[in-house]
Nanobody
Framework: QVQLVESGGGLVQAGGSLRLACAAS????????AGWFRQAPGKERDIVAA????????YYADSVKGRFTISRDNVKNTVYLQMNGLKPEDTAVYYC?????????????????????WGQGTQVTVSS
C-alpha cells in the first residue's frame, strides 16, 4: 500500500555533502515513523537516523551524529537525510524505511525489524 523511493545518492569527495530524499506514495506519510539505514557490501544493514511521524523527535547513530540531519516535510510526504562532512566510511547503500502503526506519530524505531516498508536503496560513495 505504500511505496518508498530514495533519491539523491552519488559519488562525492570526502568532506562533501549529499541530500537524500525518500518520497512516499500510496498513502499519506504524515504519521509514519521513518528511518534511514545503510548497508555496505558484506555488512549488516544498520540504523543511521530515525524520526517520529510528527517530526518531533530524532535519533542518530553515534557515527553520524553532528554530521547528518533527518527531517521530513509531511506536506510533500518526503523524508530527507542531509549528509555533511562525508567520510569514506559512510560509503554504503542507503535505504529509507517506514513503519505504520497507531503510535508512529510520536515514536521512532532503530531496529530494522520494526519497519513495514522499504525503499530500493540509493548508493552513496565517498572517495578519499
Amino acid at each position: 500500500q505504500v511505496q518508498l523511493v530514495e533519491s539523491g545518492g552519488g559519488l562525492v569527495q570526502a568532506g562533501g555533502s549529499l541530500r537524500l530524499a525518500c518520497a512516499a506514495s500510496g498513502r499519506t506519510f504524515n504519521t509514519y515513523s521513518a528511518g534511514w539505514f545503510r548497508q555496505a557490501p558484506g555488512k549488516e544493514r544498520d540504523i543511521v537516523a530515525a524520526i517520529t511521524g510528527n517530526g518531533g523527535i530524532t535519533y542518530y547513530a553515534d557515527s553520524v551524529k553532528g554530521r547528518f540531519t533527518i527531517s521530513r516535510d509531511n506536506v510533500k510526504n518526503t523524508v530527507y537525510l542531509q549528509m555533511n562532512g562525508l567520510k569514506p566510511e559512510d560509503t554504503a547503500v542507503y535505504y529509507c524505511a517506514a513503519r505504520i502503526t497507531i503510535d508512529s506519530g510520536t515514536r521512532y524505531y532503530t531496529d530494522k525489524k520494526a519497519y513495514n516498508y522499504w525503499g530500493q536503496g540509493t548508493q552513496v560513495t565517498v572517495s578519499s
